[in-house]
């Protein structure tokens, strides 16, 4: 017998809002995870993004603070996630949840102005959605106030550990009470995430969920062996062809994610960026514009696309290889959502990128097909695009080796009223001239 919603004993908002939402059965994660946080339980879960691990701590949590007392003006919940993107996703998902209940949720994330962060949790909050370098911030200043949370969730554990931020986690959680609910997520369990889930949770329940299909079974992915010095027309002549509809590009660093777009710019595509330097805003345009068939194609680090939940993207193009090969599985996991088939395509050259393609066959116990490379589209990459310059070269100055002069002309009796002038500035005569009158010695002689 199927298990439904209305089965884990969740409030009638609750169902009513998963009823408009066309939800009626829950995700094997949701099914195990559910009824033990309703009962108070802390839960230990391995799920990768896809399996619904949002819904299967959102609901539970919505429901025991709908349950429960607001103790003032203090955050009851607070959930911890690796990114900006992510946070907002899970913001979205519990204000669509808890659409009918009155219950107050505030994002804590950088990029935005934490004036208005500080401002909402001072109107009172029930849960605190954050990012673990704003949330300290807002702790130094004493401007948030942790000791009344009774519930408290990592997601995407793993990845905030990738990013650095395994001592702000063990310090913020050293701030809440001891006396808590602690909902961890994951998607790897390395030997550091076992470690901090085993110093943070009490006698949990363990629940390991896999999706129902695993990337082999619904992604086409194949490999192109190509020089590294050639990527870049390779990655041109591909996006070029009409089937890529809507593609992500992974880039490993943020520097190569701005050339990549810069270079598909200039053969006429439209092209957002995502990476950890832009701003807040420009992120949330860029996601915005592609899910919304305004741009065919997003460039993204692994770090800014955490979270990204968009549907029909036909490609993945991984320009470089992850050092890590679960990062490979999370990024090709863009594709091949609700259901749908999708492809990705690697480019991999013969130096360290072979050495990363053999982890990934590895981990995946698969071994990619090698394709062939695309029919050259017309956009020639040239030396010039392949540079990138953040500036075009016509506002550049050329630069001098050491000890060559400027040959430019240089005036030693700079003036900034008239430059180029010889004569002395107009102010500083005019100081000249009265001082000579104060001290006596009459006008200064003619000129």
Same mark, same amino acid.
């Given at each position: 017998?199927?298990?439904?919603?209305?089965?884990?004993?969740?409030?009638?908002?609750?169902?009513?809002?998963?009823?408009?939402?066309?939800?009626?059965?829950?995700?094997?994660?949701?099914?195990?995870?559910?009824?033990?946080?309703?009962?108070?339980?802390?839960?230990?879960?391995?799920?990768?993004?896809?399996?619904?691990?949002?819904?299967?701590?959102?609901?539970?949590?919505?429901?025991?603070?709908?349950?429960?007392?607001?103790?003032?003006?203090?955050?009851?919940?607070?959930?911890?996630?690796?990114?900006?993107?992510?946070?907002?996703?899970?913001?979205?998902?519990?204000?669509?949840?808890?659409?009918?209940?009155?219950?107050?949720?505030?994002?804590?994330?950088?990029?935005?102005?934490?004036?208005?962060?500080? $401002?909402?949790?001072?109107?009172?909050?029930?849960?605190?959605?954050?990012?673990?370098?704003?949330?300290?911030?807002?702790?130094?200043?004493?401007?948030?106030?942790?000791?009344?949370?009774?519930?408290?969730?990592?997601? !995407?554990?793993?990845?905030?550990?990738?990013?650095?931020?395994?001592?702000?986690?063990?310090?913020?959680?050293?701030?809440?009470?001891?006396?808590?609910?602690?909902?961890?997520?994951?998607?790897?369990?390395?030997?550091?995430?076992?470690?901090?889930?085993?110093?943070?949770?009490?006698?949990?329940?363990?629940?390991?969920?896999?999706?129902?299909?695993?990337?082999?079974?619904?992604?086409?992915?194949?490999?192109?062996?190509?020089?590294?010095?050639?990527?870049?027309?390779?990655?041109?002549?591909?996006?070029?062809?009409?089937?890529?509809?809507?593609?992500?590009?992974?880039?490993?660093?943020?520097?190569?994610?701005?050339?990549?777009?810069?270079?598909?710019?200039?053969?006429?595509?439209?092209?957002?960026?995502?990476?950890?330097?832009?701003?807040?805003?420009?992120?949330?345009?860029?996601?915005?514009?592609?899910?919304?068939?305004?741009?065919?194609?997003?460039?993204?680090?692994?770090?800014?696309?955490?979270?990204?939940?968009?549907?029909?993207?036909?490609?993945?193009? $991984?320009?470089?290889?992850?050092? !890590?090969?679960?990062?490979?599985?999370?990024?090709?996991?863009?594709?091949?959502?609700?259901?749908?088939?999708?492809?990705?395509?690697?480019?991999?050259?013969?130096?360290?990128?072979?050495?990363?393609?053999?982890?990934?066959?590895?981990?995946?116990?698969?071994?990619?097909?090698?394709?062939?490379?695309?029919?050259?589209?017309?956009?020639?990459?040239?030396?010039?695009?392949?540079?990138?310059?953040?500036?075009?070269?016509?506002?550049?100055?050329?630069?001098?080796?050491?000890?060559?002069?400027?040959?430019?002309?240089?005036?030693?009796?700079?003036?900034?009223?008239?430059?180029?002038?010889?004569?002395?500035?107009?102010?500083?005569?005019?100081?000249?001239?009265?001082?000579?009158?104060?001290?006596?010695?009459?006008?200064?002689?003619?000129?």
């Amino acid at each position: 017998m199927t298990l439904t919603f209305a089965q884990l004993n969740l409030r009638e908002e609750l169902l009513a809002a998963l009823q408009n939402q066309g939800y009626s059965t829950p995700t094997p994660i949701q099914a195990q995870a559910i009824g033990p946080a309703l009962k108070g339980r802390d839960i230990l879960g391995l799920a990768q993004t896809g399996t619904g691990k949002t819904a299967a701590f959102s609901l539970p949590l919505l429901h025991m603070l709908a349950e429960g007392e607001r103790p003032g003006r203090a955050p009851r919940a607070l959930v911890l996630a690796p990114t900006r993107e992510l946070a907002m996703q899970i913001l979205e998902s519990l204000r669509a949840y808890g659409k009918k209940l009155k219950l107050h949720t505030v994002l804590v994330v950088g990029g935005t102005s934490q004036e208005r962060q500080v $401002n909402d949790l001072k109107r009172g909050v029930d849960i605190v959605i954050a990012t673990p370098g704003r949330l300290e911030d807002l702790q130094q200043q004493r401007l948030i106030d942790l000791r009344h949370v009774k519930h408290f969730v990592l997601d !995407e554990a793993d990845r905030m550990l990738d990013i650095g931020f395994h001592p702000a986690i063990k310090r913020i959680a050293a701030s809440l009470p001891k006396e808590r609910q602690t909902l961890f997520f994951s998607a790897t369990m390395p030997a550091q995430v076992a470690d901090l889930a085993k110093s943070l949770l009490e006698h949990p329940v363990r629940i390991e969920v896999t999706p129902e299909s695993t990337p082999v079974e619904r992604i086409a992915q194949q490999v192109i062996m190509v020089p590294g010095g050639e990527k870049r027309q390779v990655l041109v002549d591909l996006l070029a062809q009409p089937d890529f509809s809507r593609t992500i590009v992974f880039s490993r660093t943020k520097h190569g994610a701005d050339k990549i777009a810069r270079i598909l710019t200039r053969a006429g595509m439209k092209v957002g960026v995502m990476h950890g330097r832009k701003s807040q805003n420009a992120r949330q345009a860029a996601l915005g514009d592609f899910e919304r068939g305004k741009l065919a194609v997003l460039v993204a680090t692994d770090i800014a696309a955490r979270g990204i939940d968009v549907d029909d993207i036909s490609h993945v193009v $991984n320009f470089d290889l992850p050092h !890590e090969p679960e990062t490979y599985v999370h990024r090709i996991g863009r594709t091949a959502r609700a259901g749908k088939n999708g492809i990705a395509i690697s480019l991999c050259d013969n130096g360290e990128d072979k050495k990363l393609l053999q982890q990934i066959e590895k981990l995946t116990r698969l071994k990619l097909a090698v394709g062939q490379r695309p029919p050259a589209c017309g956009f020639v990459v040239t030396s010039g695009s392949a540079q990138m310059d953040d500036e075009p070269r016509s506002e550049q100055r050329p630069r001098r080796s050491q000890g060559q002069k400027s040959s430019r002309p240089q005036n030693k009796n700079k003036s900034k009223d008239v430059p180029g002038s010889d004569s002395k500035p107009a102010k500083r005569q005019s100081w000249q001239k009265r001082k000579r009158i104060a001290l006596g010695k009459g006008q200064p002689e003619p000129r």
